[in-house]
């Protein structure tokens, strides 16, 4: 069964940049898209990026398109997120989660699985 872990969080200045990594144990990472989502207090955890199994094709919540990069090393099984300009209101525990199809079809929480345990991004001065 496949496992995500996600890493990589921490505390950063605003306009600092941070590199979040899932890596997957126990299951065919490569036949899964694989999702970046976030969840702040009080607020519905929502979705940052999507890749899809081969990472030819990617999409983007519009907060984050130009600042957050999604891509993945799949001989690593591992999705990266790397996150530049950060602003405190990208501050949430962030997820990340295996899509039920190969490609991208949405963003939405309710459609992947296998959630990971998350990782804290506090962005700060």
């Known amino acids: 069964q496949l496992q995500l872990v996600e890493s990589g969080g921490g505390l950063v200045q605003p306009g600092g940049s941070l590199r979040l990594s899932c890596t997957a144990t126990?299951?065919?990472?490569?036949?899964?898209?694989i999702g970046w989502f976030r969840q702040a207090p009080g607020k519905e955890r929502e979705g940052v990026a999507c890749?899809?199994?081969?990472?030819?094709?990617?999409g983007y919540e519009d907060s984050v398109k130009g600042r957050f990069t999604i891509s993945r090393e799949n001989a690593k099984n591992t999705v990266y997120l790397q996150m530049n300009s950060l602003k405190p209101e990208d501050t949430a525990v962030y997820y990340c989660?295996?899509?039920?199809?190969?490609?991208?079809?949405?963003?939405?929480?309710?459609?992947?699985?296998?959630w990971g345990q998350g990782t804290q991004v506090i962005v700060s001065s």
């Open positions: 989660a295996a899509g039920r199809q190969k490609i991208c079809i949405s963003r939405q929480p309710a459609d992947f699985r296998s």
């Open positions: 890749i899809s199994f081969t990472g030819s094709s990617m």
């Open positions: 126990g299951g065919p990472f490569t036949n899964y898209a």
